[in-house]
């Protein structure tokens, strides 16, 4: 028989390190395929929350690099801030350290966790300790610091630190060696790309082995740094409020208007009436017996939603529209940005965009993007909350297909900014099923949906009307030549009458007695920018109108002419020269056809 003196020789307390060691699938270390996808999107995490608060434009560099069977090189290097090196070994060697924790803000990072896992995680797997730089300004030198993790304790250990010289003038850089494969190199690069497109402010510049990719901003505003607030009383439990009491030697009244948001003097007395207690009661010296009343008129009390405006930063509807449209070609996309609500004295913005056409394939379901706090969730797509509601919204009412997800050549967007995001785990891969941010996901979708369908009936009409269109201008030419048969004349030209039917850039050229003469007619309802392509023999030295720049090569000039055309509008030059060569028209938008006509 086993006498419980023995059992309790064999227990001990174990660190939160010893933990998640054993557990680190639990932090999306669950695979060295996904291992290398974690430790990247937890460095760019913290790389982009810290330029965001010192209110610097980011410039990431993450580099990528065998070195040998299976052992991989991670580097992501930032201009931000800098650390400190006092704060330098907690930051990176000892989990559940950091800034923002206890901050009521929309932030990327929460728990402390992230990047502290990713040097345990290279611990683990080759042994090999974090090499971390960093600088805070360019008068002083740069620290650079060998940091492992003591899992017993979790605690950080120092095994070298130095000053340097180093190229930047303030920001961090971390150096990771583990064990992984680069069969998630689609997935990575789909991350990044992701991350570009909810971060239109960053640059981020990667380096996969010998293959460099450049994902360029599209933005040159710093988002707002989102503000701190205090806690919403809607969102507090009983233990919390033991432990706000116990640290106040306010009275009661004055500790909840210091404590809460948007509690002012009426609300706080509408508390403590509901809660039948004095308003000038000490608020360590309550009870338990009357912090549940008090806690019960807290929830029962009218108060107003926390601020959405001052804890949240939204990517906004425009800066979406242009970060989908520099990473995706698409003939439409529309985006949607909700008023700011609460869950659970939470405050929360949801975001959603769609696209439609261009690129993507017209088989299988829609390519959906989900966002956390301006962060791409790649995996357990199927228990987001995201994902149910996408599903829950009937699609057929847009005039799209669906089986669940909505079918066809669509993307859909959706971000959901929160000061504290409800994922369903630490690793942060999904949000959970909350009523009230399901309903604002839905609600932002059925608005894109109607969108969608409008676009889709236009092109729809403008289709059939380009059919008849084009009927009729199959038949024009042959009435042509037949009326010029009956006269005994030439066939008349009729690209115009064409353009105008067709409504058209119709592009001609033709020369006559040496010169040489374009003229662009723009038979479209809108104004159109173009950008007209002459490349012969002939200098256009004495053009009518000035090309834009001319460069000339083994005798061939290329001459370009970029012009607004309103609507109806028409722009013709000509030129002493022989013409012959090759012409061009580009930049037509919403990808309306040219008809280019050579008579020369």
């Not at 509690?263 to 308003?279: D, N, S, Y």
């Not at 929360?348 to 056409?357: H, N, P, Q, S, T």
Request: charged fraction near 25%; include cysteine; aromatic fraction near 6%.
């Amino acid at each position: 028989m086993i006498l419980a003196e023995d059992l309790a020789k064999k227990q001990r307390s174990i660190s939160v390190a010893e933990f998640f060691e054993k557990n680190k699938h639990m932090l999306g270390f669950d695979s060295p395929t996904r291992g290398i996808i974690t430790t990247v999107k937890e460095a760019i995490d913290n790389s982009l929350d810290a330029c965001e608060e010192a209110e610097v434009l980011p410039d990431i560099l993450v580099s990528i690099r065998k070195m040998g069977i299976d052992v991989f090189r991670v580097v992501v290097e930032d201009n931000g801030p800098g650390i400190i090196p006092e704060k330098m070994p907690s930051v990176f060697a000892k989990l559940l350290y950091g800034s923002r924790f206890h901050q009521v803000r929309q932030t990327r990072g929460q728990q402390g966790i992230g990047i502290s896992a990713a040097v345990l995680y290279a611990q683990l797997t080759t042994s090999k300790p974090a090499l971390v730089i960093s600088r805070t300004n360019a008068k002083a030198k740069a620290h650079r610091m060998t940091l492992a993790i003591k899992t017993e304790t979790n605690e950080p250990e120092i095994l070298l630190h130095e000053e340097i010289d180093w190229v930047l003038p303030h920001g961090t850089r971390i150096e990771l060696e583990f064990k992984s494969t680069m069969q998630a190199k689609k997935k990575l690069v789909e991350y990044l790309k992701y991350t570009s497109v909810v971060n239109p402010h960053a640059r981020f510049r990667v380096e996969i082995d010998d293959e460099v990719l450049s994902f360029d901003r599209v933005s040159n505003d710093v988002p707002p740094c989102p503000i701190s607030i205090r806690p919403h009383p809607y969102g507090i439990e009983l233990g919390v409020l033991k432990r706000m009491t116990a640290a106040s030697d306010r009275p009661l009244k004055e500790f909840l208007i210091e404590s809460f948001s948007r509690v002012g003097e009426k609300t706080a007395v509408e508390i403590c009436a509901a809660a039948h207690l004095p308003q000038t009661a000490k608020a360590s010296s309550l009870p338990l017996e009357q912090l549940n009343p008090l806690l019960d008129a807290m929830q029962t009390v009218k108060i107003p939603a926390p601020s959405a405006a001052q804890c949240l930063s939204p990517i906004t509807e425009d800066l979406i529209v242009k970060g989908m449209e520099k990473e995706f070609q698409l003939d439409f996309i529309k985006a949607r940005t909700r008023p700011g609500s609460v869950f659970g004295g939470n405050s929360f913005i949801v975001e959603a965009a769609i696209g439609y056409g261009g690129k993507l394939s017209v088989e299988g379901t829609a390519i959906l993007l989900r966002f956390a706090n301006r962060v791409p969730l790649l995996y357990q797509q199927g228990a987001c909350a995201i994902t149910s509601a996408v599903a829950s919204v009937n699609w057929k009412n847009y005039g799209v297909s669906q089986q669940a997800l909505p079918m066809g050549p669509i993307l859909l967007l959706v971000h959901v900014a929160a000061t504290n995001v409800p994922f369903t785990s630490e690793s942060k891969d999904a949000i959970a099923s909350v009523p009230e941010v399901e309903r604002e996901i839905t609600l932002a979708l059925q608005e894109l949906g109607r969108d969608l369908k409008l676009f889709l009936s236009r092109r729809d009409k403008s289709k059939l009307q380009e059919d008849r269109a084009r009927a009729i201008c199959a038949v024009i030419p042959l009435i042509s030549q037949k009326v010029g048969e009956i006269v005994e004349l030439p066939p008349p030209d009729t690209s115009l009458i064409e353009g105008r039917i067709m409504r058209r850039v119709v592009l001609k050229k033709g020369s006559s007695n040496g010169r040489v003469s374009m003229r662009i007619d723009n038979y479209t309802t809108k104004d159109q920018e173009v950008t007209l392509y002459d490349i012969s023999a002939d200098s256009a030295v004495d053009a009518t109108i000035s090309p834009n720049f001319v460069t000339e090569m083994d005798g061939e000039y290329t001459k370009v002419w970029k012009q607004t055309l309103s609507a109806g509008e028409s722009f013709a030059v000509s030129y002493t020269g022989a013409g012959g060569g090759i012409v061009d028209l580009q930049g037509i938008a919403e990808n309306l056809k040219v008809e280019v006509d050579l008579d020369v």
